[in-house]
């Protein structure tokens, strides 16, 4: 007999009800799409589901008119043994700015004690000042802290850099960390010395989340799987590849009769498939699935511009009429990122390299920038791993004072004045955080469940006396 290989069973992450439909549905699924198949897909023995964070708390609130905290409680009944699992974006939460600490504590002590199982932490310049709250919070609730490194390409992303900062995410008290790489950079090979680089490096299990837009996706799990990843991150088939995940039940078949078999059951995901198929259906009816998102879009490697930032970037020369300065504005792009201290490209990274790269076409370089690009040569959004071009930051910025101290330092606690501000609407102690992530939309939310609620008690009177509710 030949040598055997000892058995590393890999275990799978399911993400058909957060990043699959945010990928590509715009995070439209509402939870009574998902309730009905919760008891199957519980008994199958998924690593964990991801099912809540990222942008579903903001779709929940703004355009299904749920509430996101009443979603999280639905999913927690229904999966009895299955852990539930959360994108978070550290000092940012689920918004698009810095909250103050004793937001970020209460925020994450709410979603631990609604059912949260696994936080996983990232932050857009994956400066883990940003990150040290959120941690420290989630393990004193008794959470799984998993943090997240963005994975980028660029001169200042050796692998020594991985292995360094996987050491320090360890010592930070991290229970897994996860490599994040939301743009489907990832080759196959890249990945293999990635994983055994940062295996070498740290004790802690390692997940793994790629996109399938490039096309590289599936190829690149094989390899960082055989190099020792514990984790990986799929879509069931109706909902996957695309801008979505590799599908679920190929990532499963692939690794059967080999020392990383999986051990799922595909009698038990074609349930789940046969499930999501008719609603998958539905959505290309609707619009709401454009097959556009569904297809490879090498473009990503070429260029290494993520899917995102490549519409909103057409979007934006398509209002000014100037669709034709498009190649110009990709060759831009990494001038950019390059002055900015080449970082990640991710929200809300890629909005503000992407955007700046338009103006700069348009108008001149840097003759004009945004708030936020003036916010990010300031240090308002943390550390970059390489430093700015000191030219276009002075160009930009002037003699504005430039902070080198984590952000959220220079933030005065905001718990109080939120719960000021929401009393009038709030009838849980979870409404504060949704007004303190997003007011307004919250308030439109908490004036529509009180136009339900209002519905229902005149419904249920209109009963009493006889009659029934239109």
Same mark, same amino acid.
Request: hydrophobic share 40%.
């Given at each position: 007999?030949?040598?055997?290989?000892?058995?590393?069973?890999?275990?799978?992450?399911?993400?058909?009800?957060?990043?699959?439909?945010?990928? %590509?549905?715009?995070?439209?699924?509402?939870?009574?799409?998902?309730?009905?198949?919760?008891?199957?897909?519980?008994?199958?023995?998924?690593?964990?589901?991801?099912?809540?964070?990222?942008?579903?708390?903001?779709?929940?609130?703004?355009?299904?008119?749920?509430?996101?905290?009443?979603?999280?409680?639905?999913?927690?009944?229904?999966?009895?043994?299955?852990? %539930?699992?959360?994108?978070?974006?550290?000092?940012?939460?689920?918004?698009?700015?810095?909250?103050?600490?004793?937001?970020?504590?209460?925020?994450?002590?709410?979603?631990?004690?609604?059912?949260?199982?696994?936080?996983?932490?990232?932050?857009?310049?994956?400066?883990?000042?940003?990150?040290?709250?959120?941690?420290?919070?989630?393990?004193?609730?008794?959470?799984?802290?998993?943090?997240?490194?963005?994975?980028?390409?660029?001169?200042?992303?050796?692998?020594?850099?991985?292995?360094?900062?996987?050491?320090?995410?360890?010592?930070?008290?991290?229970?897994?960390?996860?490599?994040?790489?939301?743009?489907?950079?990832?080759?196959?090979?890249? *990945?293999?010395?990635?994983?055994?680089?940062?295996?070498?490096?740290?004790?802690?299990?390692?997940?793994?989340?790629?996109?399938?837009?490039?096309?590289?996706?599936?190829?690149?799990?094989?390899?960082?799987?055989?190099?020792?990843?514990?984790?990986?991150?799929? *879509?069931?088939?109706?909902?996957?590849?695309?801008?979505?995940?590799?599908?679920?039940?190929?990532?499963?078949?692939?690794?059967?009769?080999?020392?990383?078999?999986?051990? %799922?059951?595909?009698?038990?995901?074609?349930?789940?498939?046969?499930?999501?198929?008719?609603?998958?259906?539905?959505?290309?009816?609707?619009?709401?699935?454009?097959?556009?998102?569904?297809?490879?879009?090498?473009?990503?490697?070429?260029?290494?511009?993520?899917?995102?930032?490549?519409?909103?970037?057409?979007?934006?020369?398509?209002?000014?009429?100037?669709?034709?300065?498009?190649?110009?504005?990709?060759?831009?792009?990494?001038?950019?990122?390059?002055?900015?201290?080449?970082?990640?490209?991710?929200?809300?990274?890629?909005?503000?390299?992407?955007?700046?790269?338009?103006?700069?076409?348009?108008?001149?370089?840097?003759?004009?920038?945004?708030?936020?690009?003036?916010? %990010?040569?300031?240090?308002?959004?943390?550390?970059?791993?390489?430093?700015?071009?000191?030219?276009?930051?002075?160009?930009?910025?002037?003699?504005?004072?430039?902070?080198?101290?984590?952000?959220?330092?220079?933030?005065?606690?905001?718990?109080?004045?939120?719960?000021?501000?929401?009393?009038?609407?709030?009838?849980?102690?979870?409404?504060?955080?949704?007004?303190?992530?997003?007011? !307004?939309?919250?308030?439109?939310?908490?004036?529509?469940?009180? =136009? !339900?609620?209002?519905?229902?008690?005149?419904?249920? =009177?209109?009963?009493?006396?006889?009659?029934?509710?239109?």
């Amino acid at each position: 007999m030949s040598d055997t290989v000892e058995k590393k069973p890999v275990k799978i992450t399911e993400t058909v009800l957060r990043d699959a439909h945010q990928s %590509l549905i715009a995070t439209r699924m509402p939870i009574e799409v998902m309730l009905p198949i919760i008891p199957v897909m519980d008994k199958i023995g998924y690593n964990a589901v991801e099912c809540w964070g990222g942008a579903t708390f903001d779709a929940c609130l703004r355009f299904l008119k749920e509430d996101p905290w009443d979603r999280l409680r639905k999913l927690r009944d229904g999966f009895k043994k299955t852990k %539930l699992q959360m994108l978070l974006r550290g000092q940012n939460i689920l918004g698009y700015k810095h909250y103050p600490d004793d937001v970020v504590e209460y925020f994450v002590q709410k979603t631990i004690a609604n059912g949260m199982d696994i936080i996983r932490i990232f932050d857009c310049l994956n400066d883990l000042r940003n990150l040290e709250t959120s941690v420290k919070a989630t393990k004193k609730e008794g959470g799984h802290a998993q943090v997240t490194l963005v994975y980028t390409l660029g001169e200042a992303y050796t692998l020594d850099y991985w292995m360094n900062i996987s050491k320090e995410i360890e010592s930070m008290g991290a229970d897994s960390i996860c490599i994040k790489d939301m743009s489907g950079l990832l080759l196959p090979k890249a *990945a293999e010395e990635l994983v055994r680089a940062m295996k070498s490096a740290t004790k802690l299990p390692i997940e793994l989340h790629t996109h399938y837009t490039s096309g590289v996706a599936s190829m690149t799990y094989m390899k960082a799987v055989e190099a020792g990843v514990d984790i990986i991150d799929c *879509a069931i088939s109706p909902l996957a590849l695309g801008t979505s995940q590799p599908a679920t039940e190929v990532m499963v078949e692939a690794f059967k009769g080999t020392p990383y078999d999986t051990g %799922l059951d595909q009698n038990l995901l074609a349930e789940v498939a046969d499930h999501f198929r008719p609603y998958r259906e539905e959505c290309l009816k609707t619009g709401l699935l454009d097959p556009k998102v569904l297809g490879v879009n090498i473009k990503t490697l070429m260029y290494q511009v993520p899917g995102g930032m490549l519409s909103n970037m057409v979007s934006q020369l398509k209002e000014q009429n100037a669709s034709d300065k498009y190649q110009a504005v990709l060759e831009e792009i990494p001038r950019v990122r390059k002055d900015f201290g080449e970082p990640p490209l991710v929200t809300p990274s890629s909005q503000i390299v992407g955007t700046q790269a338009v103006m700069n076409v348009l108008m001149g370089r840097y003759k004009v920038a945004t708030d936020q690009t003036k916010d %990010l040569l300031s240090g308002h959004y943390g550390k970059t791993v390489k430093p700015f071009n000191p030219e276009v930051q002075k160009q930009i910025i002037g003699d504005r004072e430039v902070i080198t101290c984590r952000p959220a330092d220079l933030l005065e606690p905001g718990l109080a004045k939120f719960e000021e501000e929401v009393k009038e609407w709030k009838q849980q102690d979870e409404d504060t955080l949704s007004y303190a992530l997003f007011p !307004q939309v919250a308030v439109d939310f908490f004036k529509y469940r009180l =136009a !339900q609620q209002k519905k229902v008690d005149l419904g249920a =009177a209109d009963t009493k006396n006889g009659a029934y509710p239109a």
